[in-house]
């Protein structure tokens, strides 16, 4: 009897080791023990290197999960992810590359609310400075940020030197900005040396405008960017910076001119301090460079800049929302951000821990602490529900501004217009 007994128990212990092993009850025999790959929409992967970086940091401590990088075009990248997620596409992770597109993927319901698996983590979003909020969309949030640029200054020391001009101080006005690019543009030709370079993107130009605090880009009359729009027009038509439409036709980014030591001053995103030490240490350039803080107005304090964030968001058609959010939290984490901050690239997680990986990355200008400091930061894009067609008209009416295809105030009038019949309709 108690042999009988003994066999029936075994037996039924191993058919329920069986069942549990196929649910993964048992411990050893988990789903985080499965092979899982999760799939995530990047761009310039060639060329960005913290992309991979993290990727490697996090299969490192999850060797059961594999993360596959798919790489888009930087230019087309938020029509493509238009178009592949009305497709149906079922790509794991999407990296949210501005707010226009962020507004676009959650009004369409392509991206899952996160505020569930937040509360669940404990996460506390005060550590993003703000970012957080930025992102959050009637109570809900979809996407975690995980960069937080802020626009600023760089320069090349060797052209000061040349022409024996003092190097940039922090603390620069938009009209000192103009009158030092003068003094330090120089030559012709092919030994041509600009003072200044402004990128053909619009916000090269209208941030500088909402930095008062008292304009926005969401307007219904937007002349109060015709004084930044005049000047920077002047500088180009003086030979002070490259053409605009020259820069369109050519297809020229704002890299190439900058690391031939063609330029002397740009304004650009703190993104590009990765590639510029990047680039060092691989040979690119061989000039010494600095960074100041982002030009202002007059009358405006040292330290107001404008900013953007990168977000991560989770794909509605996913089958691994779990997995998924695992890396993200991840990847917009603390140990995230000191990934992304070895790369000298600057995370929206700022803690001491972090800043001081990123300050003390070699080939760090010594000017960059200083620079980094902030006050103010207004955001590039402030969520609207109509924000991806009012950024389309503003840069409608820059193209047509920079190109003197239209005087600054036609084009500056026109935009207004067709905003204010966007908004009121």
């Known amino acids: 009897m108690n042999t009988w007994l003994n066999r029936r128990v075994v037996k039924s212990i191993t058919v329920l080791l069986v069942i549990f092993s196929v649910v993964g009850l048992l411990p050893g ?35 059961n999960v594999k993360v596959e990088l798919v790489d888009l075009a930087s230019a087309d990248y938020g029509d493509v992810i238009n178009v592949r997620l009305s497709g149906g596409d079922d790509t794991d992770i999407i990296t949210v590359k501005d707010i226009p597109q962020y507004a676009a993927m959650l009004t369409r319901g392509q991206v899952i609310p996160l505020n569930d698996y937040i509360d669940a983590a404990g996460i506390d979003l005060s550590m993003y400075s703000g970012a957080a909020e930025e992102l959050t969309y009637e109570g809900s949030i979809y996407g975690m940020p995980f960069r937080s640029d802020i626009w600023i200054m760089y320069y090349n020391k060797d052209i000061f030197d040349a022409a024996g001009v003092d190097y940039p101080a922090n603390d620069i006005t938009w009209d000192e900005f103009d009158a030092l690019a003068r003094q330090v543009t120089s030559g012709s030709g092919a030994d041509k040396i600009y003072g200044a370079l402004f990128h053909v993107w619009r916000s090269c130009v209208q941030l500088a405008t909402v930095q008062d605090g008292m304009n926005s880009v969401i307007s219904t009359d937007y002349s109060f960017m015709a004084p930044m729009y005049n000047m920077v027009t002047a500088m ?13 036709a050519g297809n020229i980014h ?91 690239n600057l995370p929206a997680v700022r803690t001491p821990e972090v800043l001081e990986v990123f300050a003390s990355r070699d080939g760090m200008p010594a000017e960059i602490a200083e620079a980094l400091q902030t006050v103010t930061v207004r955001l590039e894009l402030p969520m609207h529900e109509n924000v991806g067609e009012i950024e389309q008209i503003l840069n409608e009416a820059h193209d047509l501004i920079m190109t003197r295809s239209v005087s600054v105030e036609d084009g500056l009038a026109e935009a207004s217009e067709r905003v204010s019949d966007v908004l009121n309709d």
């Open 29 to 63: 025999v988990s789903a985080q023990d499965e092979t899982i790959t999760l799939t995530m929409t990047v761009w310039d992967l060639a060329t960005t290197p913290y992309w991979q970086a993290v990727v490697d940091a996090y299969e490192a401590q999850n060797p």
């Open 254 to 344: 704002y890299s190439g001119p900058f690391l031939n030591g063609q330029v002397a001053m740009l304004p650009m995103g703190s993104w590009f301090i990765g590639r510029m030490v990047s680039d060092k240490e691989a040979g690119v350039y061989d000039f010494d460079w600095g960074v100041t803080a982002f030009p202002h107005p007059d009358g405006v304090e040292v330290g107001t800049t404008a900013g953007t964030l990168t977000s991560l968001a989770i794909n509605d058609k996913s089958d691994n929302k779990d997995a998924a959010w695992d890396f993200v939290q991840f990847y917009s984490g603390v140990e995230g951000a000191k990934v992304l901050a070895a790369t000298g």
């Open 236 to 248: 180009q038509k003086d030979g002070i910076a490259p053409d605009y439409g020259e820069q369109r």
